[in-house]
Nanobody, 127 residues
């Protein structure tokens, strides 16, 4: 599976960004999709995940109420809508995928279970 994230950039505190991730190489609806981020000097952390059909989502506490993960299986895209951005959201954001996963989303909040990773897109939030 090849993953390509895009949509990052420099924004001011309180503004919004939408990240996109394009997937190829497998039937997209067979992929559980997720977003992670890594800030300088910190470990990669879970942000959000979405089930194969989009009926289930999981968020990190830091993302709840501000970020929304969604997917368009026809276009083979997953999105991360980020609102009310804060300087602490500054990080490289990665999309990740698991193929034909039957695991509950709340068990996928670490990096280890994810099989495929994109290269990441930088998000910088200025104060």
């Amino acid at each position: 599976v090849q993953l390509q994230a895009s949509g990052g950039g420099l924004v001011q505190t309180g503004r919004s960004l939408q990240l996109s991730c394009a997937a190829s190489g497998r039937i997209f609806s067979d992929l559980t999709m997720g977003w992670f981020r890594q800030a300088p000097g910190k470990e990669r952390e879970f942000v959000a995940a979405i089930s194969r059909r989009g009926g289930g989502t999981q968020y990190a506490d830091s993302a709840k109420g501000r970020f929304t993960i969604s997917r368009d299986n026809a276009r083979e895209l997953v999105f991360l809508q980020m609102d009310s951005l804060k300087p602490e959201d500054t990080a490289v954001y990665f999309c990740a995928a698991r193929w034909r996963s039957n695991q509950a989303l709340d068990s996928l909040t670490t990096s280890r279970p994810w099989s495929y990773w994109g290269k990441g897109t930088q998000v910088t939030v200025s104060s």
